[in-house]
């Protein structure tokens, strides 16, 4: 059996280019006792893979050249010697990135029975929706009276924080790169939309937006888009920093915000977040959100590539803001 892989070709400078990756076949060895094939169906490409493909210590180790990346896959057993992952069930890991692998299990979660689309639990039902949920409550102490600002808002984990936020009362505005997008938010039930790329001013648009102020602020882009939530923020306000994305193909160390003063001005807290760190509500998060999916009061969209040699252009298409919702690649 072959497996098809995606490996790192070169270290990316600046933004990815279709170059850094290599698309290779690797003959897979034969099962042993305990072991079994997956065949990955769908694999995530997000954001946050970009910092791996640096050489630094991070809270997650660096991915290394020539060798196979990794992210969130969903797939089938179709071999086993393990009677715990019987032929055709479903499993979900961190083993994306190629068609094919064979497992002792380790890693491995088989996913539940529901009446959801495997893929959800790359999205919604998995590590994205995980995020926004974990941004929201246990991070900026959500509270229905008010009112949040979401950047990269219609993205996978921004799309779930705004719907969250409104049906917990609040009063919701959303920053994204295009009309198509803002549209997609308002049909949503979202207040208000700012369209970063057609602004000049940031700060102004979102006070004009926002008369009332912010009360929390979830953070997903950082550089111009903190300064403006900063400008804007009430007092005693909240920032959940879940990513920085308008800093990721930086070749230099960005500057921080100019107006940090905010902080002690308006009495603000800020906190950074690693959704793995709260891995113990995944259980909480998912029972609720099902809910929620099931009652008809969340909607989640997806954008899909069709086949692995598809992948780079998926993971390039995050920086180019190619996806609403989640950013899939169909195996
Ligand atoms: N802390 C954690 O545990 C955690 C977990 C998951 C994700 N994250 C972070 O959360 C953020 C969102 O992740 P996601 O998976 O939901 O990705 P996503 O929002 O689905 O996709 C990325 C989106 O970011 C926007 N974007 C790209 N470059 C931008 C720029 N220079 N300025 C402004 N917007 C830009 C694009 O939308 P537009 O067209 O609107 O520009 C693009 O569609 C990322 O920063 C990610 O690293 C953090």
Known sequence: MNSQQVHLASRPQGTPSKDNFELVTVALPELKEGELLVQNTWMSVDPYMRGRMIDRKSYIPPFQIGEVLEGGAIGEVTQTNNPDFPVGSKVSSMLGWRSHFVS?????????????PEQTFLGIMGMPGMTAWTGLFRIADLQPSDTVFVSAASGAVGSIACQIAKMHGCTVIGSVGSQEKADYLLSLGVD??????????????????????????????????????????????RIAVCGLISQYNATEPQPGPSNMAMLIIKKL???????????????????????????????????????????ADAFIGLFEGKNKGKMLVKL
């Open 192 to 237: 208000a939309v700012i369209n970063y790329k057609e602004t000049e001013d940031l700060t102004q648009a979102l006070a004009e937006v926002a008369p009332q102020g912010i009360d929390v602020y979830f953070e997903n882009v950082g550089g111009e888009h903190l300064e403006a939530a900063l400008n804007n923020m009430n007092d005693y306000g």
């Open 104 to 116: 002792d299990g380790t890693g491995l979660t088989l996913l539940p029975t529901t009446p959801l």
């Open 269 to 311: 807290k800020m906190q950074g977040f690693i959704v793995f760190d709260h891995w113990a509500h995944y259980g909480e998060y998912a029972q609720q959100m099902g809910q929620w999916i099931a009652e008809g009061k969340i909607k989640y969209e997806e954008t899909v590539y069709q086949g692995i040699d598809q992948a």
